[in-house]
């Protein structure tokens, strides 16, 4: 094995153990879909990653190719060359990012922060192994095998949870808080600033023996017997994390031959599962995030069952061992019928389960397990508390994108426009909602109003409206998207006023316009598309495209006149 001098060293990484070895699988297994490495900044990531591709490229080729935030779709698919194609006549690709990091790593920093297409494109071709390239006439399939992984600090925006998904592993990565790593790692990096060659040689033999482990193990990988008792044990991981689909189940099972065939294991066992487990169900679990505590020895789970007992014999001594206090007032409580009662001393509970509603009934108190600790019940069981008083829909924002375009301005329907603008304000206006307005005007689009709570500034704002030109609705989807990355708190409405009759740069306006609103407004959460075309004979574009976005449709009433 060739020695790479002016690399730190994989095996002199201190620290990122579960980072450490989900790469590993992953290299292993490329059809694993990558690793998403979601936490703090400085912790070096890149470095490690760098370390793991020129371990492997030792003896290898296996590339690494790091993808910048602000990349163009023709640099990450490729492209056909324009220099060939008009000089020579040639129809030549130039390959993309994707294809140079063929059987290697792709990295992104910052995954978070790419485009949503680009990343719907590296996932299904790190799931995959191939990508369909569509450029000019030329239709092609490219092999582009590798390694996805991703990372991402959580305070500067979340990934979609389908993307997040689409991702076989994902770890959290924190800052070393042991002092002696902290330690090791200043030493081992002054060493090797120091003296390169001479570090890097002292862990050749650490080296040498992680690349071989690797190697032995992709050989090996599709020989490793699976149990069938495995599969019950992981479908059970994956309901008691409430997960959705049936990625998981089978992830779990891939990546723990990984993790066997790694050991150099010929067998998968339920210990190697369970190391496994909280990389694929990090990300994916809808009951919190997944606990390492089913990774405990034994003997940890046997403490565990002593502290448990000891505080069963001292609930059992309570003479309220069966009951919680109730934390909602006893002229509140009501019997399923919905009858309310109470009590003299309030110390009667009613709480909700999924499966076992409780009732003030004596005798169903019976059905409350006595053996529970307060902890264990609000760990394990759901509870639903109503309270009257209190409403939990979200604040509205009427977003209002209105075709005030030439083939608008030509039916006179600009007015009645507004006028449903107003009439769809006021429906909402006991919410307290958000307007925001949006235009479209000689083809492009204009942001008239912005997060406003007035509603009279708004209909103000729709009096000096511009009208003509051409209907590019393109533009708007992108300020729409800009829009509702505020906050997750917020009900957003876009609500659609046009005749359907688009115009862009290409020929086919109309599918354009149907990715666009697919693409760049899928935080909307209902959609209104209100028909405005006029005449006898009528195109229903407009209709057409509701029924593309799956949007609510309504015809525009226009008075004669």
Same mark, same amino acid.
Request: proline share 2%; net charge negative; glycine share 6%.
């Given at each position: ?13 201190? #620290? ?14 490329? !059809?694993?879909? #990558? ?8 912790? #070096? ?163 040498? %023996? ?38 998981? $189940? ?54 565990? %069952? ?35 009662? /109470? ?22 108190? %019976? ?38 375009? #030439?083939?608008? !301005? ?32 000689? /083809? ?11 509603? $009279? ?105």
């Amino acid at each position: 094995m060739k020695t790479l001098k002016n690399t730190f060293p994989f095996s002199a990484i201190v #620290g990122q153990d579960d980072f450490k070895l989900a790469l590993i699988l992953n290299v292993i297994d490329p !059809l694993l879909g #990558g690793v998403l490495a979601i936490g703090d900044k400085g912790t #070096g990531k890149t470095t490690l990653i760098r370390s793991l591709a020129q371990l492997i490229n030792a003896e290898d080729s296996f590339p690494f190719v790091n993808l910048p935030i602000g990349v163009s779709e023709d640099r990450v698919l490729g492209h056909v060359n324009l220099e060939k194609l008009i000089n020579e006549k040639k129809e030549q690709v130039q390959l993309g990012l994707l294809a140079k990091a063929n059987k290697g790593c792709l990295y992104i920093d910052e995954i978070n922060l790419l485009n949503d297409y680009l990343m719907d494109v590296l996932l299904d071709a790190s799931a995959t192994g191939s990508y369909h390239l569509e450029r000019e006439g030329i239709s092609k399939t490219i092999e582009s095998r590798f390694c996805l992984i991703g990372s991402m600090n959580p305070e500067e925006g979340d990934l979609r949870p389908q993307l997040k998904d689409r991702f076989g592993l994902s770890v959290v990565i924190k800052t070393a808080v042991s002092l002696e790593e902290r330690t090791q790692i200043i030493s081992n990096r002054l060493q090797f600033d120091d003296d390169p060659q001479e570090f890097v040689a002292s862990y050749s033999e650490k080296q040498e %023996k992680i690349y071989h482990q690797i190697k032995n193990a992709q050989k090996n990988l599709k020989s490793i017997k699976i149990d069938e008792s495995l599969y019950e044990i992981a479908a059970n991981l994956a309901l008691l994390n409430e997960v959705e689909g049936h990625r998981a $189940d089978i992830l779990l099972l891939k990546t723990a031959r990984a993790y066997a065939a790694y050991l150099n294991d010929t067998t998968v066992e339920e210990f190697h599962l369970q190391k496994i487990a909280p990389f694929v169900l990090n990300h994916r679990s809808n009951n919190g995030d997944f606990s390492k505590e089913q990774n405990n020895s034994q003997e940890e789970q046997e403490q565990q %069952k002593q502290e448990q007992q000891k505080e069963e014999e001292s609930s059992n001594s309570s003479q309220q061992e069966h009951t919680f206090q109730s934390i909602i007032p006893a002229n509140e409580r009501k019997h399923s019928n919905g009858v309310k009662t /109470g009590s003299k001393n309030g110390a009667n509970t009613k709480s909700y389960h999924q499966q076992n509603q409780l009732t003030e009934n004596p005798s169903a108190l %019976k059905n409350i397990d006595n053996r529970k600790t307060v902890s264990q019940y609000l760990a394990t069981d759901k509870f639903e508390i109503k309270n009257k008083f209190q409403q939990s829909k979200s604040q509205p924002h009427l977003i209002f994108l209105l075709d005030s375009s #030439g083939s608008m !301005l030509k039916e006179k329907v600009v007015a009645y426009a507004k006028g449903l603008v107003e009439k769809f304000a006021k429906l909402e206006s006991g919410l307290k909602p958000i307007y925001s307005l949006i235009s479209l005007y000689n /083809g492009d689009a204009d942001l008239v109003q912005e997060g406003s709570k007035d509603i $009279d500034e708004l209909l103000e704002k729709l009096k000096d409206i511009k009208t003509g030109g051409k209907t590019n609705i393109v533009p708007a989807f992108k300020k729409i998207k800009a829009l509702t990355n505020n906050s997750k708190d917020i009900n957003y409405e876009l609500i659609i006023i046009t005749d359907g009759k688009f115009n862009t740069a290409t020929e086919n306006a109309f599918d354009e316009a149907v990715i666009a609103c697919q693409t760049y407004c899928k935080s909307v959460h209902q959609l209104t598309v209100v028909d405005a075309e006029k005449g006898l004979v009528k195109l229903n574009l407009a209709q057409k495209f509701a029924t593309k976005i799956r949007a609510n449709y309504e015809p525009l009433m226009l008075q004669n006149g």
